[in-house]
């Protein structure tokens, strides 16, 4: 490992049309970490993932990816962005879709090799679509799609794993498909970012938790994050909290 940390962020700072979204984030997030990115609607948590990928311009700040800039190891990042992000209507089937994972790794003269088919057949069997990919994108339910570009990640190989709410709209089965790989990818040494709205499930699901509302309320642990002084900071008293056996619940939101 090159560092101590997959991502270091300092002092980051995003405006649209001279309004923040973010102000001067920092953290540090060391490899093999499932981390979640909570707050309320508006708080920059899609900001912040796309911030870090260099999807967006930067106002001010720093970011480090395996101590390098975004654009050196951009191959090594995967990205599942939300439902509203594709376009359903587009004409392409799951295993295309999948295959676009390997896309990184091929030169412009290059042609889809066994082993890249291979490498998608076997994410489409992680993720339980074998029997999808030949159904066009749009004829999935959003459990299936999420399933689906999961998988196109999963094909990409990377090291560095951005999802945007990939829970959203999701069946029960699909979620525990989804959080199962998810915990295997981190098991393997990867680090994965998720956006994540259902308070209810953060203690279960994640390492480490950025709570963010345009500012850093709080990053650390799971179980040092999600108490009811830093939520209700971060949701401006907008969440009811109650406590069950050592265990806070989200009873509102």
Sequence with gaps: MIGDFAVEIKDLTISYHGIK???DISFQIPYSQLVGIIGPNGAGKSTLIKGIMGLLHIESGNIRIFNETVQKVYKKIAYVPQHSDIDLAFPILVEEAVMMGRYPHLSWWQRITQKDKEIVASALQKLGICQLKKRQIGELSG?????????????QQADLFFLDEPFAGTDVMSEEIIINQLKELRNEGKTIFVVHH???KVQDYFDEVILLNKKLVKHGSSQDVFCVEDLCEAYN?????????N?????GQ
């Design 237 to 245: 008293g907008s969440i009811k909290i109650a406590e069950k056996n």
């Design 143 to 155: 459990g299936q799609r999420q399933r689906v570009f999961l998988a196109r990640a999963l094909a």
């Design 247 to 251: 265990r806070l619940l989200v009873v």
């Design 21 to 23: 979204a973010l102000e």
């Design 198 to 200: 259902d308070l209810s």
